[in-house]
């Protein structure tokens, strides 16, 4: 396989997001001089045989060489665009299926691109079929299934289940991400296999702020119903997100939120708490009000607590301008980050969240960092002018270790005590 040194991204080199007319590189959200970009298309789609797998090619290979000749693209701006090795090829890793627009709930951060009620303009099963009988996937591919509302896709469960089941390509990363207000047993049945991850946004502790975030009267407690339910064997497949808006931050709404999380039995779940992506900017009160809810949330005696992308970036920009390095010591909301100060840490992960999260955070000014761990990228020698370690090297060091990543964090979790290390030495607070 031909590589060279350019301008690309993971998405232009490998993804395509299917929504209901159209297909599009990526869900990436950024915003360029205070307007928002992303969401970049690469065809519309009337019916099936508009998804051409040339013309997909095509269309990514025209951006890329768009990137690497100082010609606009829609690409502009975005940070996930790097310059480094890449493949020619284009072969698909990881696919979204949002290919419907139905949606039970009205959430007031989101849009009719995804509540519209448009069925799919093409036939799911086909393209499917079309993909694989050109050899257009990778071995391992990560499927997300979206919408609308995923378990409200016509025929859902065969659909599901015929991709889930493939040997080739064989979906490796399995992530469903459904409001829960409707149970599926079919989800439920994959979940205790350990084969795919719910995602599911509750966003309110209240039965009034349930109905100004998500739109609509019913539902609030059928979500926590349904989560209890699927995580009947506690398997650790379960992600709850919180968006925080205007309207569901106040530390009465949070408090009543975590209690209900406690009486539904379900802080063993990943915990991912997020923002609204249409909001540049956070105020410090709302900051502050996230860096509550993470310890809140740890103070209750969830394990598993992670901002995502969207709220790390906003929150340090935020702290960054309104408090000190002297602030931020003196205030106690912060005192479990400061234990690792003037440390060596080691840092398992060499991704782009790593790689913010070093450039970004608090920590980093005052920690150094002693290696890299990276279980997948083997051929990886170097990071950030660090050492790229293998798992293995965890033993030979008493050093704590910082899990650079929000979506594999309990996986690494796992990964890591299985190794024999103690959990005291991995880092499990808030890290900004």
Not at 54 to 77: A, R
Not at 78 to 86: A, H, S, V
Not at 289 to 313: E, I, M, P, W
Request: one cysteine or more.
């Amino acid at each position: 396989m031909k590589t060279k040194i350019k301008y690309s991204c993971e998405d232009l080199q490998s993804s395509i997001y299917f929504a209901p007319n159209m297909l599009r590189h990526c869900c990436q959200r950024f915003f360029v001089k205070g307007k928002m970009k992303g969401d970049v298309e690469i065809l519309k789609v009337k019916n099936d045989n508009d998804i051409n797998i040339e013309n997909i090619i095509k269309e990514k290979k025209e951006i890329i060489k768009k990137l690497n000749n100082n010609l606009t693209s829609p690409c502009d701006g975005c940070p996930k665009i790097k310059k480094q090795i890449w493949p020619d090829e284009i072969k698909i890793k990881k696919i979204s299926i949002e290919a419907h627009s139905k949606c039970n709930l009205r959430c007031s951060y989101c849009s009719d691109m995804f509540y519209g009620g448009l069925d799919p303009s093409y036939d799911i099963e086909k393209m499917f079929e079309k993909f694989k009988k050109k050899n257009f996937f990778s071995k391992d591919v990560s499927i997300t299934w979206g919408g609308g509302e995923a378990v409200l896709l016509k025929n859902f469960n065969k659909i599901f289940e015929k991709f889930i089941e493939s040997r080739y390509p064989n979906f490796n990363d399995v992530r469903v991400y459904s409001n829960s207000v409707i149970y599926n047993e079919l989800v439920h049945k994959y979940l205790d296999k350990n084969k795919i991850i719910l995602t599911t946004s509750i966003d309110s502790g209240t039965q009034k702020t349930f109905e100004l975030v998500r739109g609509v009267k019913k539902g609030f407690l059928n979500i926590f119903k349904n989560l209890r339910k699927y995580n009947s064997k506690k398997s650790g497949n379960i992600i709850i997100k919180y968006i925080v808006t205007d309207d569901n931050y106040t530390e009465n709404e949070v408090d009543s939120f975590v209690s209900l999380i406690k009486k539904y039995d379900l802080l063993n779940c990943n915990f991912e708490i997020s923002t609204d992506y249409k909001g540049e900017e956070l105020s410090l009160k709302k900051a502050l009000s996230l860096v509550y809810f993470f310890n809140k949330l740890h103070q209750t005696g969830a394990t598993f607590v992670h901002f995502d992308d969207h709220v790390r970036k906003r929150l340090y920009k935020i702290l960054h301008q309104k408090l000190s390095m002297a602030d931020l010591e003196k205030n106690n909301i912060f005192d479990n980050i400061k234990k690792y100060f003037n440390t060596k840490i080691i840092v398992w992960g060499t991704g782009r969240y790593a790689d913010e999260l070093i450039s970004n955070s608090f920590l980093f000014k005052k920690a150094k960092i002693d290696f890299f761990v990276d279980k997948h990228n083997k051929d990886k020698k170097k990071f950030l002018s660090k050492d790229v370690m293998s798992p293995q090297q965890l033993i030979n060091s008493t050093n704590p270790i910082l899990i650079a990543s929000s979506t594999y964090w309990h996986e690494i979790y796992e990964n890591i005590l299985k190794l024999g290390v103690n959990k005291s030495r991995i880092i499990n607070t808030l890290i900004i």
